[in-house]
């Protein structure tokens, strides 16, 4: 299945029509090792100039993206003091440049300072700086994606399940200035399964497939929290909808556990789309 995505991706990268180079910097991302494995063995294996290109455009575009990130990276660490610093990385993520060569980068030279300054402060502020780009990285994109990278960075189970459980847990609705209701809780579940989903999709291939994987084990850590909040986890989903449609002892809070339980699996409950021929109030329409 692995292999399937890495053809997949050669495949996207010779067929693009804006061209290699525009499709290597839209696709780098995805580029692993293995991926230049199948790469120089498709190169091996024919000689196509299209191959030749796409391998040239990588190499490009990896230096490219290194040197840019060496160049935002010096402006943070030659802004002045540990402040200042982190006044011009906070620059620099909201403008987007905190990416992934900017991490690799920074992480190197911790690594670098630690060796010849093991305990020096100098190591202190590079990893507080660390953390800091981790935060903005974090709040720059959807409440989900930071859930997913916040699990991914996080090796203990018991950490990841307090993480879901924090984010998952509903709070009070909040009234939105659309008439609408927040949904009370800091991920929604339907949007945490679709951005696995879409992970999965565009990144599943790397690391030989292990990432998608990590990225299974955290949806199903995710359903196995949603369950023990609502207390669903001795019931299947036939007894839930027979408990919701014949049951008259139900309550509201058991149907919205219900609804709440289709949401982090990605679904909707059966009775979130009327039937045809009933009005908004569940009456029959003649």
Known sequence: ???????????????????????????YDRVDNRFLETLAAARAAKND????????????????????????????????????????????????????????????????????QPGSPVVAILKDLQRKAIELRDDNVEPEVALIR????????????????????????????DGKTSSGVKVEGKKLVEALRKSISEFGNLDGGKFAEKLGMLGAESEDVALEIFGLEQKDMKELQDDAFHKR???????????????????KAPWEDRPPGFNEEGKMQL
């Open 150 to 177: 916040r699990l991914l960075r996080t090796e203990d189970k018991d950490a990841r399940k307090a993480i879901l459980v924090d984010a998952l847990t509903p709070a009070s609705r909040v009234a939105l200035s």
């Open 49 to 116: 100039p299209k191959l030749d290109e796409i391998h040239d455009a990588i190499a490009e575009e990896m230096q490219t993206r290194i040197k840019r990130a060496t160049d935002r990276l010096v402006s943070v660490l030659q802004a002045g003091p540990p402040e200042e610093m982190e006044k011009q990385l906070v620059t620099v993520a909201s403008r987007g440049w905190v990416d992934e060569a900017f991490m690799l980068l920074l992480a190197g030279n911790i690594d670098q300072a630690e060796k010849a």
């Open 1 to 27: 299945a692995a292999q399937a995505t890495y053809d997949s991706l050669l495949d996207d990268l010779t067929g693009d029509p804006q061209g290699v180079r525009t499709a290597v910097a839209n696709n």
């Open 249 to 267: 002892s139900v309550s509201v809070w058991e149907l919205e556990k219900v609804e709440m339980e289709h949401e982090v699996q990605g679904t």
